[in-house]
């Protein structure tokens, strides 16, 4: 049984997954995606912690084979990293239809994208996600390096 974690929902048991892939998404859009709370700062604490535990709970707690895929460079490096992913599912592609999803990368449903003209993140809001977010970057970043090396 396998669960989508969607807006950073928790789950303290992942040892039942047999296999997963992880995209990250900037933590500044994730945080945009969710309903705005009253208690603004409070919402943004909460929600990078949230962000940092679900990350960090992927990466030390789940026991099984695990890729993990940087979204940004999923995006800006998509072949290497779509073959990576083909790859570690498991998959059978033949190479046409890798140059078919190539040639369809943009596929049909895509979200209309928000343009935002304020930024609701203070001074101390922004350093404080800059901060949580190189720290699990750097967490993960060595859990890459350590499944490299023990390869």
Known sequence: MSRLIHDFVYYPTISHIVSTKIFHRHTYEIILHR????DWTTFVDEQI?????T?????????????????????????????????????????DEFKCAMNR??????????LFSLDPFTKDMKHYIKITKDEVYYQIHSFIQNQKSNR
Do not use: A, S
Not at 35 to 38: A, P, R, T
């Open 35 to 38: 309903d705005f709370f009253l």
């Open 55 to 95: 990350n960090l709970d992927w990466v030390y707690n789940f026991t099984n084979p695990l890729h993990i895929v940087f979204y940004d460079d999923l995006v800006n490096d998509l072949e290497p990293n779509l073959r990576e992913i083909v790859n570690f599912i498991g998959l059978n592609v033949t190479e």
């Open 105 to 114: 990368r943009e596929g049909i449903y895509r979200r209309k994208k928000r």
């Open 49 to 53: 912690l949230k962000w940092k535990k």
